[in-house]
């Protein structure tokens, strides 16, 4: 009877199929006309209660009668068939290295990312779910990062999955070596049934290269039949994959496809943050605001930001202050019309504007509420991140050395106890500063 069972199971799917998912397939025993198997590994009992359930039962009822049912669990035990090189493996293979960095952990989710990165979780904790999922997005957006994160996540927590990640030119280079030596059979053998979770980079790479479209084309469709995940990565969404073959194009599109936007500056403060996070550095806060909102055209060029004020802050010794930041990053920022300026004029403005009084009523001696709150704060501005010297503060302020040493401290005492409105000014006040020394 037991034999019958997984004869009629056989017959019922093609041979590709019996083999990836049914090579630890067994029936361990038939009691009340209801059927135990017993399967040796937990996503491919998964994978067969989601895919083929109604295969399942078809059979059982098919030998046992229609009131005939089944139970599916997981034994960790030796196959019933015995293949030479079984598709998969008891023991966790990485084909191919991973940036270990690349984890969901150290990806900043944010309003336009969260649609992709979800997407992404899921096919890493249920590989088959959305298959394939194609990940589009601008340069230096995160698409990588995602892509690897799957893999590092499946090795981690599937060790019977075989992943690997490519590149589309490294796909590319594979195929035209193997033609050169004969050895197209060991290329197609690799990539069509020796990997279970394919990840593959930059596609938009084979764009007009007729000749590997076709071999990614019937690669695609092995691995699609077979239920292996496929993941694929553009800076376009598929249709806009000019010179790719149509029948490509509509597979990219049969499963799920998830844009990343650019982040929002908010989001882009807490990539900063996180990048500091992972290479252990410190910077202020108001100069990593400061790079959060000026490098916006992609995370690589902030991320390049951030280490080159690291490497000058180790190289030198010296604290990096708004200033200096400003002075270091000019090649990172988008090219604009930018005039110098003295900080300190620029700094007496801002105050003039936020705090609604003339310029002149600060350097005063006017003791209006605004006025005296508008010089104690352009004093402890001044001196903490413009980083003046407390003679050069008391001859623009037109106060005594001792006033503004006062001043700076008084401000100091007040924000340690909790002032919010008085950090609210001062808040908006390096903000603009740090916007008017690019825009001049």
């Known amino acids: 009877m037991k034999d019958r069972i997984l004869q009629e199971i056989k017959a019922r799917v093609n041979r590709k199929s019996w083999e990836l998912w049914f090579s630890s397939f067994d029936v361990k025993s038939i009691e009340n006309n209801k059927v135990i198997f017993s399967v040796g590994n937990l996503f491919i009992k998964e994978w067969l209660e989601k895919k083929y359930h109604s295969v399942l039962i078809k059979a059982v009822k098919s030998i046992l009668g229609n009131d005939a049912s089944y139970e599916l669990t997981f034994e960790s035990f030796e196959p019933h068939v015995s293949y030479s090189e079984p598709l998969v493996k008891r023991k966790a293979v990485l084909l191919t290295p991973l940036n270990p960095d690349y984890t969901f952990e150290n990806f900043v989710v944010g309003p336009g990312n969260s649609f ?30 995602l892509l690897q994160s799957i893999g590092n996540y499946v090795v981690q927590n599937e060790p019977n999955l075989r992943v690997m990640y490519i590149t589309s030119e490294k796909f590319l280079n594979d195929l035209v070596d193997s033609m050169k030596e004969g050895k197209l059979t060991e290329f197609r053998e690799k990539y069509r049934r020796k ?6 980079d930059d596609i938009q790479f084979l764009v007009g290269k007729t000749g590997v479209q076709t071999e990614l084309f019937h690669t695609f469709n092995e691995l699609y039949d077979s ?15 000019k010179e790719f073959q149509d029948r490509l194009i509509s597979r990219f599109q049969m499963g799920l496809v998830a844009k990343l936007e650019p982040p929002d500056e908010e989001t882009r403060k807490n990539i900063a943050k996180k990048m500091l996070e992972i290479e252990n550095g410190e910077l202020p806060e108001e100069v990593l605001n400061f790079v959060a909102e000026n490098v916006d055209d992609n995370l690589r060029r902030l ?35 930018m005039k110098i300026l003295d900080p300190m004029d620029e700094l007496l403005d801002i105050l003039s504007r936020i705090m609604g009084i003339p310029k002149e009523e600060i350097l005063s001696s006017s003791r209006n509420v605004k006025a005296i709150t508008a010089r104690r704060v352009g004093m402890y501005v ?13 001859e623009k302020f037109n106060r005594s050395h001792p006033v503004v040493a006062d ?9 340690l106890k909790g002032n919010r409105q008085l950090k609210s000014i001062i808040d908006e006040v390096v903000g603009e500063l740090s916007r008017r020394a690019l825009n001049g």
């Open 407 to 415: 001043s700076v401290k008084r401000v100091k005492n007040s924000l």
């Open 116 to 145: 992709a990165y979800h997407a992404a979780l899921e096919v890493a904790k249920q590989p088959g779910r959305y298959n394939p999922l194609f990940i589009y997005g601008g340069v230096g957006l995160g698409k990588t990062h």
């Open 303 to 337: 991320k390049g930001a951030i280490i080159k004020l690291l490497v000058y802050k180790e190289t030198t010794g010296k604290e990096i202050n708004l200033r200096e930041a400003v002075s270091l990053l000019r090649d990172f920022i988008k090219p604009r019309e």
């Open 382 to 394: 001044a001196k903490t991140y413009l980083k003046n010297s407390l003679r050069s503060i008391a």
């Open 227 to 241: 239920g292996k995940q496929i993941v694929i990565c553009s800076d376009r969404e598929p249709h806009m994959l």
């Open 195 to 200: 990997v279970d979770i394919l990840l593959i």
